[in-house]
């Protein structure tokens, strides 16, 4: 499966990474309203460049009340371990609310290595 046909799909359908979530993996998020993809530049005053597949931003009353990260993963990549919790931190500073990481991975060793 192509990264970009899932990437897109997230894309496309922000609502999809809060529905996943709670549907499917039974993660609790906070009451939202809406949901929107945002930039997904997660980029920090470092020599560092950070950015993430998808960056959707869950809203209540046009206000931030959590952002989800969604990153599409085809192949273990020990990198990720590190580079993950600084796509949520930046999200989470840049967005000033909480935020989350979904890791979609078609691939069951994958998957399982993500989990």
Request: aromatic share 6%; with cysteine; glycine share 4%.
């Amino acid at each position: 499966m192509d990264h970009e046909i899932l990437v897109d799909l997230f894309k496309n359908r922000p609502s999809l990474a809060a529905e996943l979530l709670v549907e499917v993996l039974g993660v609790p998020l906070p009451p939202h309203s809406g949901a929107r993809s945002t930039s997904n530049d997660l980029t920090q005053i470092q020599p560092a460049e950070y950015r993430a597949d998808v960056v959707v931003l869950l809203l209540g009353d046009d206000l931030p009340v959590s952002v989800l990260i969604v990153e599409v993963q085809l192949a273990i990549d020990p990198r990720k371990r590190f580079t993950w919790p600084e796509y949520t931190m930046g999200a989470r500073a840049i967005h000033r609310c909480p935020a989350g990481l979904l890791v979609v991975a078609p691939d069951p060793d994958v998957a399982a290595w993500c989990a």
